[in-house]
């Protein structure tokens, strides 16, 4: 209960805002040439905005996570950094999770949206940190799979489940067709003939995932 509760607190408090001060005054202009000194140190690009909500630097959203953020500098010396996020839902490993889902890390190396989401504004709180206290910082180096994205799925291993744990629907659990997944649990493979049919798609290159990509041999 009490590891419940902490990963609770924490999913809750995760995409609150970040602030920071700074020894020096500096105004949003001059932060803003310092960071974009090192612009590439970044994973999405920013420029100055103005508005209702005061000048401030914005950061493009970050579209697997839907995080927009906003640097604002309050005193010269104040730095708060805003995080937008939307309340929508993403998939994270394939599985479907809500801004509110608890998911305990360490189960299939599941995190909840909300503390992925988090993790993404610490990174870019550190590194504004960092650039505005003249430390190095390293180029960004993006992910083979981004955060929050579906992993690619692999060819062989579904003609493998398909062969055999196909009566059940197994495969189509692995590509996301839950609804035909249980049918064909219930029904032996739609009693075979969906199963066979299923496994010469997949030979030939013809079988999709949920979202109708096709799962073509590496």
């Known amino acids: ?32 040439d310092k960071i974009n000194a090192r612009a590439a140190a970044f994973q999405m690009p920013f420029s100055i905005k103005g508005g209702v909500p005061g000048e401030r630097i914005v950061f493009a959203k970050e579209p697997n996570l839907d995080v927009t953020i906003w640097l604002h500098v309050k005193d010269g010396t104040h730095i708060k950094i805003t995080p937008v996020t939307t309340s929508s839902s993403a998939k994270i490993n394939g599985i479907d999770v809500g801004k509110n889902s608890i998911m305990r890390k ?36 993006a992910p083979e799979v981004a955060p929050g994205a579906d992993k690619p799925l ?12 196909g009566g059940i629907g197994i495969h189509r ?5 839950i609804g035909t997944g249980i049918l064909f649990l219930f029904t032996g493979g739609l009693f075979g003939i969906g199963w066979l049919v299923d496994l ?19």
């Not at 602030?19 to 932060?31: S, W």
């Open 1 to 32: 209960m009490a590891n419940l509760t902490g990963n609770l607190k924490d999913s809750m408090t995760a995409t609150f805002p970040r602030e920071f001060d700074i020894p020096n005054p500096m105004t949003i202009q001059e932060i803003y």
């Open 106 to 141: 360490g189960v299939k190396g599941v995190a909840s949206r909300p503390m992925l989401q988090g993790e993404y504004i610490d990174t870019v709180t550190d590194t504004i940190k960092r650039i505005l206290a003249d430390e190095e910082v390293e180029d960004y180096v």
């Open 154 to 165: 692999n060819w062989l291993t579904l003609l493998l489940l398909c062969i055999f744990v």
């Open 173 to 177: 659990f692995y590509v996301g067709k």
């Open 200 to 218: 010469i798609k997949i030979v030939t290159g013809k079988f999709t995932d949920k979202n109708g990509n096709v799962i073509q041999r590496n």
